[in-house]
């Protein structure tokens, strides 16, 4: 018999080695972080992935960097994360349209989703404090977290309803 179902698969870095990994189902790990983010100048993409270095060569690669620190602090720790920038070949227009196709699932089955507004700078603002009473500084973040530009693209909306946690972080 032939199965119509499609093989799910899926590339993600591994947060200790910042490698490129391939699963395909069942083997594809049960627990990884995802990242939610506008894409900058100078993103690092799979083709500029060539080793443990490359992960050095860019300015892109704070947000990466980032998402394995923050899934590696997970409580277990998540040995995986899926990062749109490296973990789909954008020179394949078949891996990026199976990519696209599959984005909603990859939220939804992603352990946490952590969304960097890159142009928020929070500076250590906490946006609500119930001790305190808002300052100016509190508004204008606020403001900034509002008004960012993760807010205006059209990912957002499958973005914030698929992961079981989201968690938003400014550009630093």
């Not at 119930?130 to 960012?148: E, Q, S, Y």
């Amino acid at each position: 018999m032939i199965s119509l179902k499609k093989k799910k698969n899926i590339r993600l870095i591994n947060t200790s080695t910042y490698e490129i990994e391939k699963f395909d189902d069942p083997s594809i790990p049960p627990a990884y972080a995802i990242l939610s983010h506008t894409w900058g100048e100078e993103e690092l993409e799979l083709r500029d992935l060539c080793g443990p270095d490359a992960i050095q060569r860019t300015q892109g690669n704070n947000k990466i960097k980032n998402t394995c620190i923050l899934a590696q602090m997970q409580t277990p720790k998540l040995s995986h994360a899926w990062i749109d920038t490296i973990c789909i070949d954008q020179s394949s227009s078949s891996d990026k349209s199976e990519a696209i196709n599959s984005m909603y699932r990859y939220y939804r089955e992603a352990k946490i989703c952590f969304a960097i507004l890159m142009d928020v700078d929070g500076n250590g603002v906490q946006l609500v404090d119930h001790n305190k009473p808002d300052t100016p500084r509190i508004i204008a973040v606020r403001d900034a977290f509002t008004n960012a530009r993760w807010f205006s693209r059209g990912w957002t909306l499958q973005e914030l309803v698929a992961p079981t946690q989201l968690i938003f972080y400014d550009k630093n």
